[in-house]
């Protein structure tokens, strides 16, 4: 299907483990970015790509990984997982241009016990 | 630091009833504004935008305006709908071109009661 999707929807795991959440996007957008969402706060941004092999970081990066090896996927892993992590992560995905709208996916409640 | 604060944080409304989100920004100088529709468990979904020179934009029974002097917008949502219950985000861009900067605010959710 068109668009851009997530898995898993929903994940529970255990602090320390690692974890990875996938975004797959199928618009050929160059730019990709995730976000967490929490309550009480706006969206923050993890990290961006602005094409494939190309990373930099947002907001608040730290304890979170990717890579981009297809322009299409952008995975985020958190090596070691805390609490603190628990949240609603979405992927956003835009064309050519920074100033476009971002399309964003239906996202990944992840729980952290 | 860049900031978007929204009022009210919640608000219930009848459906068939008008209202007005508000969205105030610190973010200056400024690229564009947009405004977000995110349902339940879903993803935010642009609502409209404008640019520092526009004033109002509408998209159906949502209108927005912009006074770009006090750095305020508003989102007046006309004859509300049950499908109209959703958080209602406020997004300001400033001009650097670096995929970082958007701010977003926290977000204002309305309920819609039949």
């Known amino acids: 299907d068109a668009g851009i999707t997530q898995s898993p929807r929903y994940k529970i795991t255990e602090t320390g483990r690692q974890v990875t959440l996938m975004c797959h996007q199928t618009?050929?957008?160059?730019?990709m970015f995730w976000y967490r969402q929490d309550l009480g706060h706006g969206l923050r941004l993890i990290y961006y790509?602005?094409?494939?092999?190309?990373?930099d970081k947002g907001e608040v990066p730290d304890g979170y990984v990717v890579s981009r090896s297809k322009t299409e996927n952008f995975p985020l892993t958190l090596e070691s997982a805390t609490r603190s992590q628990t949240s609603v992560y979405f992927c956003?995905?835009?064309?050519?241009?920074?100033?476009?709208?971002?399309?964003f996916g239906p996202g990944t409640r992840l729980t952290v016990l | 630091k860049n900031q978007v604060e929204q009022s009210p944080q919640s608000l219930i409304i009848l459906e068939g009833k008008n209202c007005t989100l508000q969205?105030?920004?610190?973010?200056?100088?400024?690229?564009?504004l947009r405004w977000y529709k995110q349902d339940t468990g879903r993803g935010p979904v642009s609502l409209t935008i404008m640019t520092f020179s526009e004033n109002t934009k509408s998209n159906g029974r949502y209108t927005a305006t912009l006074d770009a002097d006090t750095k305020q917008s508003s989102l007046h949502i006309t004859a509300s709908q049950l499908s109209d219950s959703a958080s209602y985000i406020c997004v300001v861009r400033d001009p650097s071109g670096s995929a970082r900067q958007l701010t977003f605010g926290s977000g204002t959710q309305l309920t819609v009661l039949p």
């Open positions: 956003a995905s835009t064309p050519r241009s920074s100033y476009n709208e971002q399309f």
């Open positions: 618009w050929s957008h160059s730019y």
């Open positions: 790509s602005a094409a494939a092999d190309i990373t």
């Open positions: 969205c105030n920004y610190t973010v200056s100088p400024f690229s564009n």
